[in-house]
């Protein structure tokens, strides 16, 4: 069985503020490891994945993650937030039987 | 490339009506297709997925089905839609290998009055 926790269901950020938005994971298998947004009333949009190599991985919109295996961790951060930020992040992970399974979600507030 | 059709964007219906939504994907072939609901305050919940035509699996029991009559197309449907039936549907598409992306839809806003 996975499961993935997402500390926080809200984060509040300042404009060119650091985004961090944690995740934790378990799973019996080595995991593959997604970050999507949702922004209001739209599907989901893929913002990076882990599945091998290098643990530290670059997506979208200047977001990146980093694969911890020791602590079960996949935690996103962007550096400086923008206003366009502002949206709903999940992170998710998929091992055996091509399903994922989605942590609750944090809503991101950026403050100007 | 690829790209993946809902409709109807939203939908109003009456407790006890009947439901069928419909996902459609374009520019690939024999993708496996999954429907999930979003519920306020409860996150994504994974319905219904399919790795090819006629074959589906049902994670949550409720009074919702799922069919996939041919193999780009993915229909939700109910017989009596029920309050705790309201949510926002989204069907998603994958290559196949627990690796690859997991590609979304627009969703369905459905409301049950």
């Known amino acids: 069985a996975q499961s993935v926790t997402q500390l926080g269901s809200h984060v509040s950020v300042s404009e060119g503020a650091l985004v961090l938005l944690r995740c934790n994971y378990s799973s019996s298998v080595p995991p593959y490891l997604f970050w999507y947004v949702q922004y209001p009333n739209q599907g989901l949009q893929l913002l990076l994945k882990?599945?091998?190599?290098?643990?530290l991985v670059k997506g979208i919109n200047g977001f990146e993650a980093e694969f911890k295996k020791s602590e079960t961790s996949f935690h996103l951060t962007k550096p400086s937030a923008h206003m366009s930020d502002a949206a709903e992040y999940f992170c998710a992970v998929s091992a055996a039987g091509n399903k994922l399974t989605f942590g609750g979600g944090t809503r991101v507030l950026v403050k100007p | 490339s690829q790209t993946i059709h809902q409709w109807p964007a939203t939908l109003v219906q009456p407790v006890g009506s009947p439901l069928s939504l419909e996902c459609t994907v374009e520019g690939t072939s024999n993708p496996n297709l999954y429907w999930y609901r979003q519920a306020a305050g409860r996150g994504l919940q994974l319905l219904f997925y399919?790795?090819?035509?006629?074959?589906i699996s049902s994670e949550v029991p409720q009074n919702l089905s799922a069919s996939r009559p041919q193999d780009r197309q993915f229909i939700l449907s109910s017989k009596k839609l029920l309050l705790s039936d309201s949510g926002f549907y989204l069907c998603a598409w994958a290559a196949g290998t627990s690796a690859d992306t997991q590609y979304f839809g627009p969703g369905t806003r459905l409301t049950v009055l």
């Open positions: 399919s790795v090819g035509i006629g074959q």
């Open positions: 882990y599945t091998t190599g290098a643990t």
